[in-house]
């Protein structure tokens, strides 16, 4: 939705942003339609690759998440939700049996975090710089 509403913005001009109802509609549309065609996937994974959930452990990761997002959200801070529900899971998991966690799972997927934030920053600095100059 924020592509959306920059494309709109740059079309019309003006430093005051409207976005119309569709866009906002399609928007959580294909969320939820990314969600549902790759969130079993990710569940799968997050629920047997990490650590083997069982109702225990998710309802502590869930609160856990709820927690953090409640806490971040009133903050100010931006947050990924993936990233937070993931960490729950790794943390239930490291707390119940500690050898049972996927730790090469988990490896892979704190080195990711790791290199997505500083690539994303160098990108998107280098996009700023190209179409600053144009």
């Known amino acids: 939705m924020g592509i959306a509403a920059l494309l709109l913005m740059t079309a019309i001009g003006g ?8 866009i906002v509609f399609l928007s959580a549309f294909f969320i939820a339609f990314g969600l549902v065609m790759g969130g079993m996937k990710m569940i799968k994974s ?11 452990h998710s309802v ?7 927690l953090v997002v409640a806490a971040a959200s ?3 801070f931006p947050v990924s939700g993936t990233q937070i ?9 490291a707390a119940d049996r500690p050898n049972a ?6 490896k892979t997927m704190l080195v990711a975090w790791f290199v997505t934030i500083p690539a994303s920053f ?7 710089l190209v179409f600053r100059g144009l």
């Open 46 to 56: 997050v629920g047997t690759r990490i650590f083997s959930v069982r109702s225990l």
């Open 60 to 66: 502590s990761a869930q609160m856990a998440s709820m």
């Open 15 to 22: 430093n005051s942003l409207r976005i119309p109802k569709n």
């Open 101 to 106: 966690v996927g730790w090469i799972y988990a």
């Open 85 to 93: 529900v993931n960490s729950s899971i790794l943390g239930v998991g």
């Open 122 to 128: 160098l990108l998107s600095a280098g996009f700023y």
């Open 74 to 76: 009133l903050s100010g």
